[in-house]
């Protein structure tokens, strides 16, 4: 003698005592069939998306982060090699000018 407790907000089929449902905090009642149909077809299909592509900006942001530092690291290298290269031309000449002895 299973009696409506309330109908599906999904199917609006009535739900009876021996159905596995949901209950929202609204108080709506769902069949966990249902809410697994309309989960799958609403939340996945439109949350997923969104997340990957957030996930996307994060990542390539993160790669350019690691690009400008990198590019920072070159430059200092650079910077540092302009250095050495200066300084073995001051070497040189210096050893020109006092290569006598
Ligand atoms: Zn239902």
Known sequence: MAKPVGTCGHCRLP???SD?????????????????VSDSATSRQSSDPVRRSRKLID???????????LADRRMG???????????????RANDGRTGGW
Do not use: M, N, Q
């Open 77 to 91: 290298d650079l910077d540092h090699a302009a250095r050495r290269l200066l300084a073995a031309d001051r070497d």
């Open 59 to 69: 990542d390539s942001r993160r790669r350019l982060d690691e690009l400008h530092s």
């Open 20 to 36: 596995v449902v949901v209950i929202f905090e609204d108080g709506r009642l769902i069949h966990v069939g249902c809410w697994r």
């Open 15 to 17: 739900i009876e005592d």
